[in-house]
């Protein structure tokens, strides 16, 4: 499965989000998770890859322009689209509109786990 993780750029996202998807063993050997912002992908147009997903997961903690217009063209693509909420952060309230679901989490290293059970 192709996976696209939608977020700010306003956190660290290296230790806070990219860490812990990466230390997943099950999700980086089985399935193909694009990580934005890593060596690898940073600096690619991303609607193109965004319609070549099979789901998407957003990490909504901080809002951000560019992922809004990120979600706004996974939306329009029809994708699956999951939020992911830090337990203590407000997320958007017209965001229920454009995604499946919303998962509050209380910590990092449970963003895997939630990932997996969406995809498997």
């Not at 990466?22 to 193909?32: G, I, T, W």
């Not at 991303?46 to 706004?72: Q, R, V, Y």
């Amino acid at each position: 499965m192709k996976i696209y993780i939608i977020h700010s750029r306003e956190f660290d996202f290296e230790s806070q989000l990219y860490a812990p998807i990466k230390a997943c063993q099950s999700l980086m050997q089985e399935h193909e998770v694009i990580l934005p912002h890593d060596a690898n992908t940073a600096g690619q147009f991303s609607k193109p890859i965004i319609d070549a997903s099979d789901i998407i997961f957003a990490e909504i903690s901080f809002p951000s322009t560019g992922m809004g217009i990120e979600l706004g063209w996974a939306h329009a693509a029809n994708k699956t689209i999951i939020c992911l909420c830090k337990h203590n952060k407000q997320s958007s309230s017209s965001i229920k509109y454009i995604c499946k679901s919303i998962i509050s989490y209380a910590e990092n290293k449970m963003i895997p786990d939630i990932m997996l059970q969406y995809i498997n």
